[in-house]
């Protein structure tokens, strides 16, 4: 199955003006710092791996680049878009944001979820039908991310890993610009997290002018077609930029403060705790 339209996220912007534009920003919450002078800059076709332990800030730095708050200080831009200066409920419409907590309450089929990306809501409102290109798109999309077979499956009864690629594929309905992924493959089985990896590198592919941000505390959960990175540690960037230059042995051990080896094999990362020099016999 092909794209049924192509649109702005189809064809990457010859201008490659920036999708997100951060600089020195400072998010400050009970007068504590949760981002410290964070800037960042993404460009349409960058596929942006956001990493850092336990309450380093990503999830922070997400709601500002998915325009749910503003910075205390510094600038945001999003698709050109100053947070603070813009309707934040419009530009949200034009931001795919795949929410782990995704608030479904009703026991809706996979396809009606996919359907609601159209309407910006949680659930169908009241007497909306989609139209013929909205049912071909979510189609399209269910296609793409491998979930035909569960279009007419209920909420409930899906798998934790067919409902995040169910979530995608609603995230993409209104053709977004920008994605923004947190942690899409925590608590997927290794069939299912490898799955969802491949259904993002194919999306890429298919959509050359999308940018996405990928939230992962794991560096075997980040797809092949990753083009930069930027660590954080304690609301600070600790290195950002094309990802082979910031996934290396020393950055990220500096940032995960523990030794830390990084192996790159066929394009895919794993980490493990390096080794340290064995001590002398008996010891
Ligand atoms: N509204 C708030 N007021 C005060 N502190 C907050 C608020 N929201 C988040 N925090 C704190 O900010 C820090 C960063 O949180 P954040 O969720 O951005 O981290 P994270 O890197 O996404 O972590 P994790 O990997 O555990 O999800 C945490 O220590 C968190 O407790």
């Given at each position: 199955m092909t794209a049924p339209d192509t649109t702005a996220a189809d064809t990457a912007?010859?201008?490659?003006?920036p999708v997100v534009a951060a600089d020195g920003v400072d998010l400050v919450r009970n007068r504590r710092a949760l981002l410290d002078q964070v800037s960042m800059v993404v460009r349409p076709g960058e596929h942006w791996a956001l990493i850092?332990?336990?309450?380093?800030?990503?999830?922070?730095?997400v709601s500002l680049l998915s325009a749910q708050q503003h910075p205390t200080r510094g600038s945001v831009e999003v698709l050109g878009r100053l947070l603070g200066r813009t309707?934040?409920?419009?530009?949200?419409?034009?931001?795919?944001?795949?929410?782990?907590?995704?608030?479904?309450?009703?026991a809706l089929p996979g396809r009606a979820i996919v359907l609601t990306g159209a309407t910006g809501s949680i659930e169908i409102p009241p007497r909306w039908e989609p139209s013929a290109a909205e049912s071909e798109r979510a189609e399209y999309l269910m296609d793409?991310?491998?979930?035909?077979?569960?279009?007419?499956?209920l909420w409930p009864t899906l798998s934790?890993?067919?409902r995040?690629?169910?979530?995608?594929?609603?995230?993409?309905?209104?053709?977004?610009?920008?994605?923004?992924?947190?942690?899409?493959?925590?608590?997927?089985?290794?069939?299912?997290?490898?799955?969802?990896?491949?259904?993002?590198?194919?999306?890429r592919r298919e959509h050359p002018g999308l940018a996405t941000v990928l939230v992962t505390h794991h560096l075997e959960e980040l797809p092949e077609s990753t083009t930069h990175a930027m660590l954080l540690r304690s609301a600070q960037v600790v290195a950002s930029g094309a990802v082979?230059?910031?996934?290396?042995t020393k950055l990220v051990s500096t940032c995960f403060d523990h030794p830390i080896e990084i192996?790159?094999?066929?394009?895919?990362?794993?980490?493990?705790?390096?080794?340290?020099?064995?001590?002398?016999?008996?010891?």
């Open positions: 912007e010859p201008s490659g003006r850092g332990p336990n309450g380093a800030g990503k999830s922070t730095l309707d934040m409920r419009e530009l949200r419409r034009h931001i795919g944001h795949v929410n782990p907590r995704h608030d479904l309450r009703s793409l991310l491998g979930v035909t077979a569960q279009r007419d499956a934790q890993g067919e995040g690629r169910i979530l995608i594929a609603r995230a993409l309905m209104p053709t977004p610009r920008l994605l923004l992924l947190d942690e899409p493959a925590t608590g997927l089985d290794v069939a299912a997290r490898e799955q969802l990896l491949a259904s993002i590198d194919q999306l082979g230059d910031v996934l290396t192996e790159r094999r066929d394009g895919r990362w794993s980490a493990r705790a390096a080794r340290t020099a064995p001590g002398p016999a008996g010891l």
